[in-house]
C-alpha cells in the first residue's frame, strides 16, 4: 500500500509522451490536407499550385476586371477563373511565363482569408500581356470552342511548345506554295545579308567580298520588282545571258562542248546553253543534263521535231540536220601539174535557218558545232559590233567563190567572196531577220530542185554560201582552228593556242580512228566519276 504513490507519477510521466505523438500523427495527417484544400501558407508554391498560376497569366485583365466589381471571396474568384480559362492554354503559357514572375504574381494573389481586416490593401497591379501571348490565347480559345478532335488538340499543344505561337497560326493559315522560287531567291537574300558582315571583315577576302555584294544587290533588284514566279525573268530569254545554240545528237559530243566553253569563261553563270536534238535522243538528251550540272550554267534541251511541228508547221522538213562537211578539192587550172589541195568545210544545214523563228526572244547567239572544243572565254564576242553584217565566221580566202562555179549553178555571186566555214559563229537575230535570209534560202532551195534527203543535204553547200553573200563578219582566224578530224599536220603550239579547237572530218575524238595526238584536247572535258562514262568506251 505504501507503493501506490509511487506509481501514480511514473504513469503521468507516461502519457506526455503519448498525447505528443498522437499529436504528431494528427499533424502529419492534417497537414497535406491543408495543402490540398489551398489552405497552407502564401510562402510555399506547390507544383499544381504553379501550373494553375501558368494558365491564369494571360488572363490576368480579363479576370481583374471580374474582380473588381464583385468584391466576392477566393472561392468565387477561383470558380469564375476555371470557369474562363480554357483547358488548352496551360501548354500556351508554360514557356513564356519566367518562375520568378509566376511566383511574384502568387503572393499578389494571396487569398483574402490570410490578409488582417485592419489593413488597406491595394487591387492587385494590371498585367497587359504581350501580343504574342494574346494572339496565342486566342487561337486556342477559338480552338477548344470548335470542337476539334482530341489527337489534333495535342498536337497543337506540342506543336506551340516546341515552336512558338506562330506553329497555330501557321497550321491555320496553310497555303499551298505556289512561287516556291521567289521565295527560295527571299531566303537566300537573307542568308547572305547575315553573312556579308563577317566576310567583309576578313582579311584578304576583297575580291569574295565585292562579288557577294553585288550578288545581293541583283537579287534585291530582281525582287523589288518581282513579287511571283510569273514576274521573274526567264534565262532563256533574258537578253542579259548569253546564249549558245548547239545542234547534236550525241550526248558526249554536246556535254564536251559545253563543258569546255563554261571551264574557259569566267562568268559561266551568265551562260544559256539551248540544245536542239531529234524525238530519238530528246530523252537521252535531257536525262543527262537533268543529273550534271556545269558550273550554274542554264542548259535547255529542245524537241526540235516537235517544236517544228507543233509552232513552225509552214516548214514541211521536220528533220534535224546537223552542220554539213563537205570535202573540197581545189585544182589549179593555171598549173594542174601542182598538187590537189584539200580542204574539209563545216556549213550550215537546212535547220540552221530555221533558228530565229525558234528564238524569236532572242537578239544574237553563238551557234556551236558539237564537235568544238573552247579553250577561251568567249564572252568577248557578244561586245563585237558586227554593223549590218549577220554571221561572224572565220573566212577561208584561200577558197573563193569564183573557185566553185560547178557547184554554185547560174545564180550570181560575188566570184571574189571569201568561203567561210561553221564551227564558233556569231550571229546577229535581228539583222537576220532584218534581210530576211531564211525567205531567201528558201527561194535559192527551190532553184536547185531538192527533191529528197540526200538532195538536200548535198544543197546545202551552195545554199549556205549564198545566202550569206556579203552578210558575212570576218572573226579573227585565231578563234577557231579547224581540221583536227583530219589533219596530221598541225603544230601542237598553235592548237594550245587558239581559242577554240574544230574537229571537223571523218576522226572524230570520240571514235576509235580519231587522230590519237589531238584526243587529249577533247577527254579532258569529259564528266568523271559518272557509272555511264565509266561503262563508255571512249573514256581513257
Given at each position: 500500500m505504501?507503493?501506490?504513490?509511487?506509481?501514480?507519477?511514473?504513469?503521468k510521466r507516461r502519457r506526455g509522451p503519448r498525447v505528443a505523438v498522437l499529436a504528431l500523427v494528427l499533424c502529419s495527417l492534417l497537414v497535406p490536407l491543408a495543402f490540398l484544400f489551398d489552405r497552407a501558407p502564401s510562402g510555399y508554391v506547390t507544383t499544381e499550385e504553379r501550373h494553375r498560376q501558368e494558365v491564369v497569366l494571360p488572363l490576368l485583365d480579363h479576370v481583374a476586371e471580374k474582380r473588381r466589381p464583385s468584391g466576392s471571396g477566393a472561392d468565387t474568384r477561383q470558380d469564375a477563373l476555371e470557369k474562363k480559362v480554357p483547358g488548352s492554354s496551360a501548354g500556351v503559357i508554360h514557356q513564356q511565363t519566367p518562375d520568378k514572375n509566376i511566383s511574384k504574381v502568387i503572393r499578389q494573389q494571396t487569398p483574402e482569408k490570410?490578409?488582417?481586416?485592419?489593413?488597406?490593401?491595394?487591387?492587385?497591379?494590371?498585367?497587359?500581356?504581350?501580343?504574342?501571348?494574346?494572339d496565342s490565347t486566342k487561337v486556342a480559345r477559338d480552338t477548344s470552342q470548335e470542337g476539334e478532335k482530341a489527337d489534333e488538340v495535342e498536337k497543337s499543344k506540342s506543336c506551340q511548345l516546341e515552336f512558338g505561337s506562330y506553329c497555330l497560326w501557321s497550321i491555320e493559315h496553310k497555303e499551298v506554295m505556289?512561287?516556291?522560287?521567289?521565295?527560295?531567291?527571299?531566303?537566300?537574300?537573307?542568308?547572305?545579308?547575315?553573312y556579308y558582315p563577317s566576310i567583309a571583315k576578313l582579311q584578304g577576302q576583297e575580291a569574295l567580298t565585292q562579288e557577294m555584294k553585288q550578288n545581293i544587290q541583283d537579287h534585291e533588284k530582281i525582287l523589288s520588282v518581282s513579287t511571283v514566279d510569273a514576274d521573274l525573268p526567264s534565262s532563256f530569254s533574258s537578253p542579259e545571258y548569253r546564249h549558245f545554240v548547239i545542234l547534236s545528237r550525241n550526248v558526249l559530243a554536246a556535254s564536251v562542248a559545253i563543258n569546255s566553253t563554261v571551264s574557259s569563261c569566267k562568268?559561266?553563270?551568265?551562260?544559256?546553253?539551248?540544245?536542239?536534238?531529234?524525238?530519238?535522243?530528246?530523252?537521252?538528251?535531257?536525262?543527262?543534263?537533268?543529273?550534271?550540272?556545269?558550273?550554274?550554267?542554264?542548259?535547255?534541251?529542245?524537241?526540235y521535231e516537235a517544236i517544228i511541228l507543233e509552232k513552225l508547221p509552214k516548214y514541211t522538213i521536220r528533220q534535224l540536220f546537223l552542220p554539213e562537211e563537205f570535202r573540197v578539192l581545189i585544182r589549179s587550172i593555171k598549173r594542174p601539174t601542182e598538187n590537189t589541195r584539200m580542204k574539209y568545210l563545216s556549213l550550215f544545214s537546212h535547220s540552221h535557218f530555221v533558228i530565229p523563228e525558234i528564238f524569236k526572244y532572242l537578239n544574237k547567239v553563238v551557234v556551236l558545232d558539237d564537235d568544238v572544243v573552247v579553250q577561251r572565254d568567249l564572252s568577248f564576242l557578244w561586245n563585237i559590233d558586227m554593223g549590218d553584217k549577220v554571221n561572224g565566221a572565220?573566212?577561208?580566202?584561200?577558197?573563193?567563190?569564183?573557185?566553185?562555179?560547178?557547184?554554185?549553178?547560174?545564180?550570181?555571186?560575188?566570184?571574189?567572196?571569201?568561203?567561210?566555214?561553221?564551227?564558233?559563229?556569231?550571229?546577229?537575230?535581228?539583222?537576220?531577220?532584218?534581210?530576211?535570209?531564211?525567205?531567201?534560202?528558201?527561194?535559192?532551195?527551190?532553184?536547185?530542185?531538192?527533191?529528197?534527203?540526200?538532195?538536200?543535204?548535198?544543197?546545202?553547200?551552195?545554199?549556205?554560201?549564198?545566202?550569206?553573200?556579203?552578210?558575212?563578219?570576218?572573226?579573227?582566224?585565231?578563234?577557231?582552228?579547224?581540221?583536227?578530224?583530219?589533219?596530221?599536220?598541225?603544230?601542237?603550239?598553235?592548237?594550245r593556242r587558239s581559242a577554240s579547237l574544230h574537229y571537223n572530218g571523218n576522226m572524230k575524238p570520240w571514235l576509235e580512228l580519231g587522230i590519237p595526238e589531238y584526243k587529249k584536247y577533247w577527254k579532258r572535258f569529259l564528266v568523271r566519276g559518272d557509272r555511264f562514262m565509266d561503262e563508255c568506251n571512249v573514256n581513257p
Open positions: 505504501k507503493a501506490q504513490p509511487l506509481l501514480l507519477p511514473a504513469l490570410t490578409i488582417s481586416k485592419g489593413s488597406a490593401v491595394s487591387p492587385a497591379p494590371k498585367v497587359e500581356p504581350s501580343d504574342a501571348v494574346s505556289k512561287d516556291y522560287t521567289v521565295k527560295r531567291l527571299k531566303d537566300q537574300l537573307f542568308v547572305a545579308r547575315s562568268e559561266p553563270g551568265y551562260f544559256a546553253f539551248h540544245i536542239l536534238t531529234d524525238a530519238q535522243n530528246f530523252y537521252a538528251m535531257k536525262h543527262w543534263f537533268a543529273r550534271n550540272s556545269y558550273k550554274n550554267a542554264a542548259i535547255r534541251v529542245i524537241n572565220v573566212e577561208l580566202c584561200g577558197l573563193k567563190l569564183g573557185e566553185m562555179k560547178n557547184v554554185l549553178g547560174k545564180t550570181a555571186y560575188d566570184p571574189k567572196s571569201c568561203a567561210w566555214m561553221s564551227g564558233v559563229n556569231l550571229i546577229n537575230l535581228d539583222k537576220w531577220r532584218e534581210h530576211n535570209v531564211t525567205e531567201n534560202y528558201l527561194r535559192l532551195m527551190k532553184k536547185f530542185e531538192v527533191k529528197d534527203e540526200l538532195s538536200l543535204r548535198a544543197a546545202a553547200f551552195p545554199l549556205s554560201l549564198l545566202s550569206f553573200q556579203h552578210l558575212i563578219y570576218p572573226l579573227d582566224e585565231k578563234l577557231t582552228l579547224a581540221g583536227l578530224g583530219y589533219d596530221y599536220g598541225i603544230d601542237e603550239e598553235v592548237a
